[in-house]
């Protein structure tokens, strides 16, 4: 009789155990799924940032371009009014 309620524990508890794993398991892999939604928005986030971030490089290259011509042409003119007024 005493063996009975020993096997009986033993198996009541290997169901136990068994239960615990399948709801940690479950429990895991939902919170993996979120981790990897996560990491998705994250990298497209990133690649999106780095889009911007060229756009306005190339921006800043532009109009640094078009400031030297400009100092370039102010640089001119003040030549050209130093030398009228000289004379």
């Known amino acids: 009789m005493e063996t009975s309620f020993i ?10 155990v ?9 429990w895991m892999d939902r919170v993996e799924k979120g981790l990897d939604d996560t990491r998705e928005a ?10 911007q971030i060229e756009g306005v490089h190339v921006e800043l290259k532009l109009a640094n371009g078009r400031t030297a011509k400009l100092e370039g042409k102010i ?9 009228r007024h000289e004379k």
Do not use: S
């Not at 615990?20 to 479950?26: F, N, Q």
């Not at 640089?75 to 030398?83: H, L, N, P, S």
């Open 75 to 83: 640089e001119v003119q003040r030549a050209i009014c130093e030398e």
């Open 42 to 51: 994250l990298k497209n986030n990133a690649a999106l940032l780095t889009t």
């Open 7 to 16: 096997v009986g524990n033993i198996v009541t508890q290997a169901g136990l």
């Open 18 to 26: 068994t239960v615990a794993g399948i709801l940690v398991k479950r």
